[in-house]
């Protein structure tokens, strides 16, 4: 079974930066895409950044510019760096990644249990 597990959350002051990463482990498995998601209070879960298999990349209107997310896929591992931080970053990020595990069975997506930001004035 797949785990995904992240790291590099934490305090920093608006204008700072934080670099957060997300490594999947377990037996053989193929990753078709991995992205960044949070949420912070009050708000529903948003698409932050997304990458593909070929390199391509999206990011939601709020952070382009600012944040950055890299892939090393030889590591199977998903990175999101995050510049000129706000306080409206604040939220719980969630690494996701869409995974094979089997020949015979469609892949599937799978989740990290978060990491807090938190972005003060």
């Known amino acids: 079974q797949v785990q995904l597990v992240e790291s590099g959350g934490g305090l920093v002051q608006a204008g700072g930066s934080l670099r957060l990463s997300c490594a999947a482990s377990g037996s053989s498995f193929s990753i078709n895409a991995m992205a960044w998601y949070r949420q912070a209070p009050g708000k529903q879960r948003e698409l932050v950044a997304s990458i593909s298999n070929d390199g391509s990349t999206n990011y939601a209107d709020s952070v382009k510019g600012r944040f950055t997310i890299s892939r090393d896929t030889p590591k199977n591992t998903v990175f999101l760096q995050m510049d000129s931080l706000k306080p409206v970053d604040t939220a719980v990020y969630y690494c996701?990644?869409?995974?094979?595990?089997?020949?015979?069975?469609?892949?599937?997506?799978?989740w990290g249990q978060g990491t807090q930001v938190t972005v003060s004035s």
């Open positions: 996701n990644a869409n995974i094979r595990v089997s020949i015979n069975v469609r892949p599937r997506d799978y």
